[in-house]
C-alpha cells in the first residue's frame, strides 16, 4: 500500500509539472501564431490512452511516463518529423517566426517552472510558515555518528562556521559543506575554537552517509514523554517526566549517549539511573534483544529553542522567492558534483525508484507540495543544460544564430537532436540501472 501511495505521488507531481511546463511552450507558440499540432502528457510511441482534437491541435495523454511534449509546427524536435522538415517554410511554421519570438517559445517550459516552484514555495510559506534551529541555539552541541567522529567532529561540539562562514540554520549545515566541497569546520569545544580540517575524499562519503541518517544532530537531555506498548521500562516503574541520567556505572546525560550504550547490553538487566523530580533513583529494567526498553523521549523543542516564523501574504512573497533561487542555487551546486572525481556524485544518479522513495508513505501535502516545488526547480535547471533534444539546446542554437545572423542547417540540427536524444536515453538507462543496482545492495 505504502508504494502504490508513493507512486500516486510521484505520478500526480511529475503530471503537474509536465503539463505547466508543456504549456511553458504552447502558449507563447499560439500568441506567435505557431501551429501546435500535438499536446501531450507523456509519450505516445505506437498509440495513446486517451486524445481529443480541437482545432489545429491533438491533446493526449501517452502510456510512457517518461515525460511529455508539444509537437510545434516547422520545427526538429523529438518527433524527428523529417517529411515535414522537407516541405517549403510555411508562416505559421516554427522556422519562420523571427529568431527572438522561438527563443521566447523555448525558454517558456523553463520560466513557467521556475515561476511555479516560486509561488508554491510562497503558498508554503504563507500557509505553513518555516521552521528553524538556529545554530547559535544547540545549547549542548551536536551528536556525532561513526562517520562524523572520524571527520574528527565530536560528542558536544558546537558548530561556529563553515570554512569561516557562519550557518545560521543548522539545517543548512551538512548541505553547506556538500555544496560548496568545504575543507575546515570551525567548533567550540570546552570552551575553545577548534579548527577541524575535513580530510580528503569526505565529501562522498557525507553523501553516501545522509542516505541512512544523519551524520550530526542536536543533542539533548533523554526526559521520557511517553512509553511503547509492552514496554519494559513502564513495566520496571520508570514514569513520564524522569530524566534518564546513566546506565549501569556509565553516565548517559544525553539522550545519544542512551541509544550507544544500551546497544552494548541487549537482552540483559541493566540498573537505569534517573532524577525524578530533583531525587536520584535506580531502577532495574530488562532490555529487549533488539536494544530497546520502550521509552519515547521529549522532542527537540523541549530544549532547544526552534523559531517557527510565520508569515503574511505579503511577507511570504519575498521569503517563497528566495527560497526558490536558493533552491536553484542548490541543485546547480548538486550537478556540479556529478561531474567531481573526487565526490563521484554519478554513483548517487537515481531514477523513478529514488524519486518515489523520497516521498512520504502517507499523502503529505506539505511534503508533496515542497518535493513538487524542488522538482519543478530540477525539471528547470536539467532542461537548460546546453544538450541537442533539452531546451537549453535549442536555446545554444538559437543564440549562435543570433550573434551570427544565420541559421544553422537543418541537416545539423536533425544530427544533434538525434544525438541528444541518445545521450538522454543512455542517461535515463543510468540513473534507473543505478536504482536496480541498489535494491540488489546488501
Not at 332 to 342: A, D, P
Request: proline fraction near 4%.
Amino acid at each position: 500500500m505504502e508504494i502504490l501511495i508513493k507512486a500516486s505521488q510521484l505520478l500526480v507531481s511529475l503530471s503537474i509539472l509536465i503539463i505547466l511546463h508543456e504549456l511553458g511552450h504552447f502558449i507563447p507558440a499560439k500568441l506567435f501564431k505557431t501551429r501546435v499540432e500535438k499536446f501531450y502528457l507523456f509519450f505516445d510511441w505506437k498509440f495513446s490512452l486517451w486524445k481529443h482534437k480541437k482545432g489545429e491541435t491533438e491533446y493526449g495523454i501517452g502510456w510512457i511516463p517518461l515525460g511529455g511534449y508539444v509537437k510545434i509546427a516547422g520545427m526538429i524536435d523529438e518527433s524527428m518529423d523529417k517529411e515535414q522538415m522537407k516541405q517549403a517554410p510555411q508562416p505559421w511554421e516554427f522556422r519562420s517566426k523571427p529568431t527572438w519570438q522561438r527563443l521566447i517559445i523555448m525558454i517558456g517550459g523553463v520560466t513557467v517552472n521556475v515561476l511555479l516552484a516560486i509561488a508554491i514555495y510562497i503558498g508554503m510559506m504563507f500557509y505553513y510558515g518555516e521552521e528553524v534551529l538556529p545554530t547559535a541555539n544547540l545549547t549542548y552541541g551536536i551528536s556525532c555518528d561513526s562517520l562524523a567522529l572520524e571527520m574528527g567532529l565530536r560528542n558536544g561540539d558546537k558548530i561556529v562556521s563553515i570554512d569561516g562562514k557562519e550557518v545560521e540554520n543548522f539545517k543548512k549545515v551538512i548541505p553547506e559543506i556538500i555544496m560548496n566541497e568545504a575543507r575546515t569546520i570551525q567548533v567550540s569545544r570546552n570552551g575553545a575554537i577548534e579548527n577541524i580540517v575535513i580530510p580528503a575524499g569526505f565529501i562522498g562519503k557525507i553523501i553516501n552517509q545522509i542516505k541512512g541518517g544523519e551524520i550530526i544532530a542536536p543533542r539533548f537531555p533523554f526526559v521520557i514523554e511517553d512509553f511503547g506498548p509492552e514496554s519494559a521500562a513502564k513495566v520496571a516503574g520508570i514514569k513520564v517526566q524522569d530524566k534518564i541520567v546513566g546506565l549501569n556505572d556509565i553516565k548517559t546525560n544525553f539522550f545519544d549517549e542512551f541509544k550507544t550504550e544500551i546497544q552494548n547490553h541487549k537482552g540483559e538487566v541493566i540498573q537505569v539511573h534517573l532524577l525524578r523530580q530533583g531525587q536520584e533513583l535506580t531502577i532495574p529494567v530488562k532490555v529487549s534483544k533488539e536494544g530497546f526498553i520502550g521509552v519515547v523521549p521529549q522532542s527537540l523543542d523541549h530544549f532547544l529553542k526552534v523559531e517557527d516564523k510565520k508569515y503574511s501574504f505579503f511577507e511570504a512573497i519575498p521569503a517563497g522567492t528566495q527560497k526558490a533561487f536558493s533552491t536553484v542555487s542548490d541543485y546547480v551546486g548538486q550537478i556540479k558534483l556529478i561531474f567531481n572525481t573526487e565526490v563521484q556524485g554519478y554513483k548517487q544518479l537515481g531514477g523513478f525508484i529514488t524519486f518515489g522513495k523520497v516521498f512520504a508513505p502517507h499523502w503529505d501535502w506539505m511534503r508533496f507540495w515542497s518535493l513538487t516545488a524542488f522538482f519543478s526547480i530540477a525539471l528547470a535547471v536539467m532542461n537548460l543544460l546546453p544538450i541537442p533534444a533539452l531546451d537549453g539546446g535549442h536555446v545554444l542554437f538559437l543564440l549562435i544564430e543570433m550573434i551570427t545572423g544565420r541559421k544553422l542547417p537543418e541537416k545539423f540540427l536533425e544530427y544533434a537532436q538525434a544525438v541528444g536524444m541518445i545521450l538522454l536515453l543512455a542517461l535515463l538507462l543510468f540513473a534507473n540501472g543505478n536504482d536496480v543496482i541498489r535494491l540488489f545492495k546488501p
